[in-house]
């Protein structure tokens, strides 16, 4: 019987979306498992094993799965001390990850920027380092009076910041785990202080800040789900806007947005469907490329941003992308278990 691991940072994440995997597996004759990142390289490993008859979970030790499906959203402090373990299922077991997952943000956007079709759709970022910070913000802000940061390692919309200053002050908002936190400097020397403090504990990129509110003032985005159907082939399997709350200046769901049909979304027609069809030509470029780079990869979520003149920018591509948007008449699990089988055929040669 061919054996699915999933990995997962907590047992708690993802809780519906993990169940229906293991009901579609277990009825296709896969033995599902799940485990956590956080343990020592053994022959077998400690988790949880999906009883079909009873739907529920148990405690177990199994061997290193068939396939692993890795979602795990790792934290920055937790990431170094996990993948150890991490890299001893790529490199010494006979397991086939769904997908590796991508890197940080800013090697994605360096990587990114090398080609001549995304270059003028991604927005001018840099990376911030103790030793230029001060004169690259400083530089910045002769000419801007916006900026945001993101942490390279981070999801769901945790530790952006929002800068917007003005001749008196330096405003800042910041998300946390949903929450907005508003800190104001009144010199910038203050302001450079509190960078230098933040880039101790984490790693950030500074990028700009674009106009990307519809007219009500709400942020918004263009979510792009994509999924891998065979070695070398992506399809879409949703899209759909993500709208942030009036005056916030993010979208992310896990921050307080929603998903919204596109017509109760205050843009001009004929700007979004202009739009879209950039971005139809541009997902699977970007797919495609990402993964000539980080393969193997299963799946993508690609944010895309609509400028008030209709310009299309892609904010990020994230390689765990959540499934809400996907239409509840995909049935998303089975595609999971033809995509092993595909792989299975591909090694006996099917």
Known sequence: MTSFGIMQSSFMHEHHYIERIARE??????????????QTPLDDIRGLTYDHSLQSWK??????????????FY?????ESQSFFVKWLKNQTKATFLGYGLPGKWMIYNYL??????????PKTFKLQHHTTSRLLSDWFENHNTLILKPIIGSQGNGLIHI?????????????????????????????QFVNRLL?????????????????????????????????????????????????FVS?????????????????????????????????????????KYSP??????????DQSGKVWLLEANSKPGHRIIPRQVNYPALLFEYCSSLLNEKEGV
């Open 113 to 122: 920027k090398t080609d001549s079709v995304l270059r003028r759709h991604l």
């Open 252 to 292: 992310n769901l896990h921050s307080g947005g929603t998903i919204e049909h596109d017509e109760k979304v205050a843009l001009p027609s004929e700007l979004l469907l202009a739009a879209d069809e950039k971005i139809t030509h541009l997902a699977p470029h970007v797919a495609t490329l990402l993964e000539k």
């Open 200 to 248: 101790y504990q984490r790693d950030y990129i500074a990028q700009e800040m674009l106009t990307l509110l519809d007219e009500n003032q709400r942020p918004f985005d263009r979510r792009v789900v994509l999924k891998k159907i065979s070695n070398s082939m992506w399809c879409e399997l949703g899209r759909a806007m993500r709208v942030g709350k009036k005056h916030s």
């Open 297 to 306: 990869l299963f799946e993508l979520g690609l944010d895309f941003g609509i």
């Open 75 to 79: 934290r920055a402090t937790k990431k």
């Open 25 to 38: 597996g277990s009825s296709l004759g896969f033995s599902i498992y799940r485990f956590l990142p956080d």
């Open 164 to 192: 917007k200053k003005t001749s008196q002050k330096i405003s800042l908002q910041i998300n946390h785990k949903g929450n907005v936190i508003h800190h104001t400097y009144d010199t910038t020397s203050s302001f450079l």
């Open 59 to 72: 405690k177990a030790r199994f061997p290193v799965p068939d396939f692993i499906y890795d979602r795990c």
